[in-house]
């Protein structure tokens, strides 16, 4: 294992860097809109498919489809849709980037560099637990989508509904066997179907709302007192089914960086907000005038011949918004492994233009394995539907917490501004997390086993660093120690690069260099990359050349800031310090020798973890990947020399 990695807080930067896709594509606002309803609205835009009927299956039909319960829901759907996504995220939260990046752990970084101490470790720990939950939402998302749409089969031909999971299954190993090919030519063609799939919702639910025109009534928020007032255990139910109009909101933040503010926005309120509406309105308009829709609101709202059609453009929408989640959880594990809180994992770019563009292929076998068995576990959309609501919430209050906490600190908000949103946001989403609290001996109890799991592996990879890292520098010894006593020892032409986390200790492979081979090469570069708390540093700002004190003739050393989305490339962070170092003048980057310190970490009886803890971080660390291939390196001209610690 090599710690070459390390994590500082700093300000936020700026968004100028080439590699930020929000600045680098030459799109207009209108093509990066139609970009966005692809990647942005996949997930929230296909729960027409199954929040309506699952409210109505809920408990065994706790919620019946009479005028009363029917404007409940709908109104609950409408107010919940304005005031979570509408209020909250787009037009508040989309204001909180870092460095034009959004997401629960971009965030996270952001507000622990504005706060210090115990504030500061409350909030990257808010970071990590909404991390936790976006990996359950990862899971589920899939599943319960493919699986939404593939029922739709059943509906048209019932005696199909056995070939349900064995399709479903099939599309699913499709989806994440092609993720290792990257997704930028499928991706042209995400826009153009969600485009065609708005439309439809909006079409499909029209006619029902002009034939039926009493069901607008649902938009007053009249309707969710009564509703609550005449059935406040049934309304408490319904909520915990409701919340699945809103799932995919943390999408319109997460992506943020791939498209900008403005595009999604325009993409949100021209076409996202009101097709929802109007699929919604004209299902509870169905409802009413067919008790027995309640089955399968969505695909009822066709007429027999568009159905098999339906299926198939269904099918590829949940295809998509599954396809957005899973490059989630990749952009997700990329920021955690950059933050320290992941060992170092195989990341491949996908994309030569599209920096963000990443696959990673430990993440996503985990979750196509864990997909299989929540569909065989489950096998239906309404069972999943039950697990869904937890991940949900859980998510909804972290980022409002984080988003408070930025607003006062980095902002200056006045306390009434911070309290009035806090009320507003926090009750609604307190209501729906209590809601779904219910649901955890049914299925809720999944996101929190994977939340828990996650949030052990982290803090045991990070605590596990902290030890390893003590002890390492005891090992390693003095930088300037080691230099003073390199006198009299043979010098050898060519250049030696070192990747090595610090410029006050000695990288462990030089010493192993010089003590086995009795030689130091003329020029000797220490290069140390440090993560910052901000997505993206501009190249021209990234690398710098240090004075070492004691410094010795020939050895340099290179600090390289990369912010947590960028590609670490040392071999081109080494031609930009021969640039910059005059020591280096002369020297052929691309002829020089790279030499890693990597550590087999093995279990011990040094103090600082519980045993069990430090079986998962030794699991872990032997299963990280090699820097070689994370930093670029060139495989014919590096070496890795090895040295064992005990944990």
Known sequence: MTETVSSVATPRGRSTGQDHPAVRGRTGAAGLALGALGVVFGDIGTSPLYAMQTVFSIDNGAVSPTAGDVYGVISLIFWSVLIVVTIKYVTFMLRADNDGEGGVMALAALVRSALTGRASTFAIGLGVLGAALFYGDSLITPAISVLS????????????????????????????????????????LFGPVMAIWFVVLAVLGLPHIVEHPDVLAGLSPTYIVTFIADHPYTAFIAMGAVVLSITGAEALYADMGHFGRRPIRMAWFSAVFPALIINYLGQGALVLHDPSAVSSPFYLLAPGWARIPLIVLATAATVIASQAVISGAYSVSLQAMRLGYLPRLTVRHTSARESGQIYVPAVNWLLFGGVLILVATFRSSSSLATAYGLAVTGTLLISTTLFLLHARHTWQWAWWKVVGLGVLFGVVELLYFGANIIKIESGGWLPLLVAVVVVVTM??????????????TSLEGSLPEFLDELDGVTRVPGMAVFPHPTNETAPLALRANVEFNHVLHERVVIVSLVSVDVPHIPREERVTVDDLEHSHDGVVHVSARFGFQDRQNVPDVLRQAVELAPELEGADPDSAM?????????RGDAPGLPRWRKRLFVALAHNAASPAGSFKLPVARTVVMGSTLEL
Request: net charge positive; charged share 25%; glycine share 10%.
């Open 459 to 472: 803090t045991t990879w990070q605590s596990g660093r902290r030890v390893i890292t003590k002890r390492r």
């Open 594 to 602: 790279y030499y890693i310190s990597r550590l087999m970490i093995e």
């Open 149 to 188: 749409a593939v029922e739709g089969v059943e509906v048209v031909r019932p005696e199909l509904a056995e070939a349900v999971l064995p399709i479903g299954a099939v599309i699913l190993a499709a989806l994440f066997v092609v993720q290792r090919g990257g997704t930028e030519r499928v991706g042209r």
